[in-house]
């Protein structure tokens, strides 16, 4: 399963395609005015990860979607073209991580669908298992009861498949906390899953925490007044 991490702590972790869930759910949902040292803390995450970005083979499709993110930039009235640039960088690292974390959430999702399969089939031999040997200890101890001088094969016999059945169905309570556990591994792993990205909504909150552009009536930071206390400026999508 993928290692989940909190959007409280991505520049501990980095940006990656593990934690490419919380930033994605972080950005699309923030409400604006936010904390100066937040605003900080994300510019430096997203910088660094625009730093250390490799550019992508050129192709068709890649310039296709290049073109068509940059007019969307514009759509926004970005118009000084290193911020156009520059948010166009960080957007295709942006489609790369998404790409990476689709592939590993499915991949995740089908290594335990597979363990939850096997567990079932376990669980079934289990129980088939221990019925037949319990089968075999009650026909044992029937010979067992009905022979006047029971010989020490007959005595074995029971005392081994008792244990065998015992045994099996000892298995059952640990294999069905397994069978919760996949279940719930699978329900975080598709609750974490980001099927789509929201590119408008992106551009919006990613120009205005980079400083890219400026709205009138929407306030990015928290200011603090003379005596030390923040303002309360009412929030913003």
């Not at 702590?9 to 950005?27: D, H, M, Q, R, W």
């Not at 960088?89 to 597979?114: K, N, P, W």
Request: net charge neutral.
């Amino acid at each position: 399963m993928q290692s989940l991490v909190n959007s409280d702590n991505l520049a501990e972790y980095g940006l990656s395609a593990i934690t490419f869930p919380a930033f994605y759910k972080k950005i699309t949902s923030m409400r604006f005015p936010i904390a100066v040292a937040e605003v900080l803390e994300l510019r430096s995450l997203i910088n660094h990860t625009a730093d250390c970005f490799e550019e992508p083979t050129d192709s068709p499709q890649n310039r296709e979607f290049r073109d068509s993110l940059l007019a969307a930039i514009h759509s926004f009235g970005i118009d000084n073209r290193h911020h156009a640039e520059r948010l166009l960088r960080l957007l295709t690292v942006i489609r790369g991580l998404h790409y990476q974390h689709t592939i590993e959430s499915r991949d995740a999702e089908q290594r335990l669908r597979a363990s939850q399969a096997d567990n079932r089939e376990s669980r079934a031999r289990s129980v088939l298992y221990g019925t037949y040997a319990l089968a075999a200890m009650t026909a044992c101890a029937v010979g067992w009861y009905l022979t006047k001088q029971p010989g020490l094969p007959v005595k074995l016999l029971t005392l081994l498949f008792a244990v065998l059945g015992l045994d099996y169905f000892h298995a059952l309570p640990r294999l069905d906390r397994e069978r919760e556990n996949y279940a719930k591994e699978i329900s975080e792993v598709l609750r974490q899953r980001i099927d789509s990205l929201n590119w408008r909504t992106l551009i919006h909150k990613l120009s205005l925490i980079l400083g890219y552009k400026q709205i009138q009536g929407i306030e990015v930071f928290q200011h603090i007044d003379e005596r030390g206390r923040m303002d309360r400026p009412y929030s913003i999508h």
